[in-house]
């Protein structure tokens, strides 16, 4: 859709979206169902000057919250019920549930899960994902792998002379330090729990006192599989997660992004490092 309305003028645009509601209202009207959409209060668009010239033009033409009203709207005066939900992480939980369980896309995954909220449903860690969690070998070598990266965009940086280019660098390295944080966070964790809470169990329910809670939880696998294994920080294929969501096999996808015997050597540096969190 994205693509599609970069091409039309503000009023093609308006067109566009007020046929788009009636078709998504006829056909709920038609199934007798409610429709289940995220509660948007405000979409970030980036500013002048970040280094995102490209996407920022991009969310200029998102139209995705005035089509939402468009819904809102039009389903209000055909008697259908709009259900709003919480719009936190259902990106993120689709991208890492649904994508690589269905061979879906990221857009489809994040319905399901918006869906699937509006029903009342939790979004619980896949267990394989929980021993992921809980395994401090596979924990060390994601951060192995951010650092690496951490050490690239550095390089990178000292390079750059642009300075619009720069700062988006510098805003990458900036994410990069929170990520590289939170999993060191998360190590300490699983040190300071009791063994008999580090099989997965851990995150599967909120509990008072607990130091990393659901959304939290899934925002740490996140971070330690999209870059540590699939080599970006945004993606659009998530299928290469399969074999460690179905099966936990992760030794064989990191086999494929870094030897083991590198990433073993970077253990001892990791360790060191820790201190600085």
């Not at 300071?192 to 939880?217: H, N, T, Y």
Request: charged share 35%; net charge positive; hydrophobic share 35%.
């Amino acid at each position: 859709m994205h693509e599609l309305l970069e091409k039309k003028r503000a009023e093609q645009r308006k067109d566009y979206l007020h046929k788009l509601a009636h078709e998504i209202t006829n056909l709920a009207k038609e199934k007798s169902k409610a429709i289940a959409i995220e509660k948007l209060k405000k979409v970030s668009k980036g500013q002048r000057g970040d280094g995102r010239a490209k996407l920022r033009k991009r969310l200029h033409n998102w139209v995705y919250k005035n089509l939402l009203e468009k819904i809102k709207t039009t389903a209000r005066r055909k008697g259908i019920e709009v259900i709003e939900v919480n719009p936190a992480y259902t990106s993120v939980i689709g991208a890492l549930k649904y994508c690589p369980q269905y061979l879906i896309d990221k857009d489809t995954a994040g319905a399901y899960v918006i869906g699937r909220r509006a029903l009342g449903f939790k979004e619980d860690i896949p267990e394989n994902y929980l021993k992921l969690l809980s395994d401090k070998d596979y924990m060390l070598y994601s951060i192995a792998r951010l650092e690496e990266r951490k050490h690239e965009l550095k390089i990178k940086l000292k390079q750059e002379a642009n300075i619009y280019k720069r700062k988006a660098i510098k805003q990458e390295l900036s994410k990069l330090n929170k990520d590289i944080e939170l999993i060191y966070k998360h190590l300490q964790s699983l040190e300071s729990e009791p063994s008999a809470q580090k099989q997965g169990s851990l995150w599967k329910e909120p509990v008072r006192g607990r130091s990393f809670d659901l959304q939290k939880a899934w925002l740490a696998v996140k971070v330690a599989l999209t870059f540590p294994i699939l080599e970006k920080s945004f993606v659009r294929d998530f299928s290469p997660l399969r074999s460690i969501l179905v099966s936990g096999d992760w030794d064989r996808r990191t086999s494929k992004a870094r030897p083991l015997s590198e990433w073993v050597v970077a253990q001892g540096v990791v360790i060191q490092c820790s201190g600085n969190f």
